[in-house]
Nanobody
Framework: QVKLVESGGGLVQPGGSLRLSCAAS????????MHWYRQPPGKQREWVAV???????NYKSTVADRFTISRDNANSTLFLQMNYLKPEDTGIYYC???????WGQGTQVVVSS
């Protein structure tokens, strides 16, 4: 079955960096667009970035100059490199496959001094 497992979250100071990973299994990963979402505390889940099968990449405007989405199709893994982190980046980060509506369990990111 489809499985998405995020990792790499943690506590980081403002200005720091984290690299999130999403290990995918149970489907032909290269054939699907993949997204990152996040849910800040007390707020609704929001879209962060997408990497399509055709190589199109797009970001939420507030992260576009700090985050980088990438994918390793050979190893069925999606990444999110997050630099210059801000307290407002705090939240649970999710990997998402829109086709079929599949979510991972999330990984917590806390940006705080």
């Amino acid at each position: 079955q489809v499985k998405l497992v995020e990792s790499g979250g943690g506590l980081v100071q403002p200005g720091g960096s984290l690299r999130l990973s999403c290990a995918a299994s149970g489907f032909d990963f290269p054939r699907y667009d993949m997204h990152w979402y996040r849910q800040p505390p007390g707020k609704q889940r929001e879209w962060v970035a997408v990497f399509t099968t055709g190589g199109f990449i797009n970001y939420k405007s507030t992260v576009a100059d700090r985050f980088t989405i990438s994918r390793d199709n050979a190893n069925s893994t999606l990444f999110l490199q997050m630099n210059y982190l801000k307290p407002e980046d705090t939240g649970i980060y999710y990997c998402y496959r829109r086709t079929g509506d599949f979510w991972g369990q999330g990984t917590q990111v806390v940006v705080s001094s």
